[in-house]
């Protein structure tokens, strides 16, 4: 009954734990590639293989745990939909890593990328906030000390920091959730109108860690990893919070709070369309167009459709890996990332076209609106990528490229596919044509717009006056996510963190330090207890 969770999360352990060895005996970075990528493989043929599993969940550690509280995971259709879906980035990642992982630090990348992979397995299949915060808390373990120890100019370290701080807070948001639901704390003389608040603070708690509130960047984000290895990370720290989409009504909130809820979302997705439209940069554009990614899953939420929340939580995540791993300017991969572009549309007939009735369903507002202009504007930014050519070296990756690439991008396309069958019973469904009328009337006014100021008389003028524009707003969206610009935040507490470690340090283990009135303190402790003192 449990091999829904067992497998896969057996088999990253298994790898895990046969990689060092292997290093150890043979010091073959390339071989210990080999039994990762292998690994993810079979990872991802049992998540496919588990869409025919019946439903079902299991209790583990009912006695041990803090409180006596178990941990409690069930698989069901959303479920599966969710591990084919980290199966399937997880592999395309291990398949095309090969020509980024670096020989000295390879090992310790990939051990990284296979414990957060299989937290986040656990993650999804969670159904109680206690095992969110069992989740998230292993994640930060996992990831908090690769992120200090690494290198890099200090006001990174502070914008590190601050990231990091914001992970820990939703985890304080979870806990005080989980505390008031488990306890009954203050719900039995709170007003009858207040039940909603457990479930608001989860809501609040996932979406400040997916990088919607404030938008920032979420996940894993760590200087000298690869660029695909830490855009898998960013998108696992985006999909570690979408079961909490899932397992929390939101339907009770108060109109009000939903509205400011739905408007701070929106404006999350109007940065990251603006960012992703106007930067020039690859790696800065990945970070915006992610933000995008987790704007839609909380829409979702916020809409009260846990199966809009499902279905934007897929398709998104699988075109961000598709779109940031390639790197090569042939046309079959051209022609395949157009399918990725397809499948997070929402354009009839699609995938995505089945969450977005539950967006759109009450009409134009506010909410919609900024929600239109945001995919409008991730599908022009998503086909420009395209069409943009990359820097690469032939000679290296050409011959892995022809061959493995397109093979690897079929397979993610198709897992995306039966992710979408599997969880929702896509099935080519024509879905909504009012988006498709309003998108299309969204892309046609820019492109309409961009003609006329490419044919203006005073485009020279205007180009320096937009470029000058387009490159401060890019700064300052930059800023704004990555938190650089709020060192006056970040800075005091880095000091103070600083520190208190080396005070601790020096505490501890300077002679006649702490550590050695402790020892001597169990020594007289022990010799109480034994009657000898």
């Known amino acids: 009954m449990t091999m829904f969770l067992a497998v896969p999360c057996g088999i990253l352990l298994l790898t895990g734990l046969v990689i060092p060895v292997q290093n150890r005996l043979r010091e073959n970075v390339g071989l210990s590639w080999l039994i990762a990528t292998v690994s993810a493989g079979a990872v991802l043929v049992w998540s496919i293989y588990s869409a025919w599993i019946p439903d079902q969940e299991i209790t583990l550690l009912p ?4 409180g006596s509280y178990p941990l409690v995971f069930v698989f069901d259709r959303s479920v599966a939909a969710l591990f084919i879906t980290l199966s399937s980035v997880y592999f395309m990642t291990m398949v095309t890593l090969v020509s980024e992982f670096s020989v000295d630090r390879g090992i310790g990348q990939f051990l990284l990328l296979i414990a957060i992979v299989g937290v986040a397995f656990l993650s999804a299949a969670s159904k109680s906030i ?47 959730s989980f505390a008031i639901t488990a306890r009954k704390i203050w719900l039995a003389t709170a007003a009858s109108g207040a039940a909603y608040i457990p479930a608001l603070l989860a809501v609040l708690a996932a979406g400040i860690r997916s990088g919607v509130l404030p938008p920032h960047q ?25 079961p909490v989409y899932l397992r929390v009504e939101t339907a009770g909130f108060p109109s009000a709070v939903l509205s400011w809820l739905r408007f701070f979302t929106v404006l999350a997705g109007i940065a990251g369309c603006a960012g992703w439209l106007l930067s020039n940069r690859s790696e800065v554009g990945r970070n915006f167009f992610l933000l995008i990614c987790a704007v839609y899953p909380l829409a979702g939420a916020l809409s009260g459709s846990p199966t809009a929340a499902l279905i934007f939580s897929v398709v998104y995540p699988i075109a961000a890996i598709a779109i940031y791993h390639h ?16 499948l997070f549309s929402g354009l009839p007939f699609t995938p995505a076209a089945a969450g977005w009735p539950y967006l759109i369903e009450a009409g134009i507002s506010f909410f919609t609106a900024g929600l239109i202009l945001t995919q409008a504007v991730a599908m022009i930014g998503y086909a420009l990528s395209i069409l943009r050519p990359r820097a690469y070296d032939p000679g290296a990756t050409d011959r892995w490229t022809r061959t493995g690439f397109p093979f690897t991008y079929a397979i993610l396309f198709a897992s995306g596919v039966f992710a979408a069958y599997t969880g929702w ?36 003028d205007l180009n320096l006056w937009a470029r000058e524009v387009a490159g401060r707003t890019t700064v300052f969206l930059i800023r704004l996510i990555d938190f650089s610009g709020f060192g006056f935040l970040t800075r005091p507490a880095y000091r103070l963190l600083t520190g208190a470690n080396g005070l601790i340090a020096a505490a501890l283990e300077s002679e006649g330090g702490l550590i050695w009135e402790i020892l001597l303190l169990i020594v007289i402790l022990v010799g109480v207890a034994a009657g000898t003192v």
């Open 327 to 342: 790197f090569a300017n042939y046309v079959v991969i051209r022609v395949l990332l157009v399918f990725f572009l397809l």
């Open 63 to 66: 006695t041990v745990t803090v």
């Open 218 to 242: 979420s996940g894993l984000s760590i200087a000298g990893m690869p660029p695909k290895a830490e855009t898998l990370g960013r998108v696992i720290g985006i999909l570690i919070v979408v």
């Open 425 to 460: 019973g896509y099935a080519g469904k024509a879905g909504d044509f009012r988006l498709m009328i309003w998108t299309g009337g969204t892309i046609f006014l820019f492109g309409a717009f961009y003609y006329r100021y490419r044919t203006s008389e005073s485009y020279h």
């Open 130 to 176: 206690w095992n969110f915060i069992f989740c998230w808390t292993l994640y930060d373990l996992i990831t908090g000390s690769r992120q200090f120890r690494a290198t890099g100019e200090r006001k990174d370290r502070e914008a590190r920091l601050g990231l990091y701080g914001l992970r820990l807070f939703a985890v304080f948001l979870l806990t005080v």
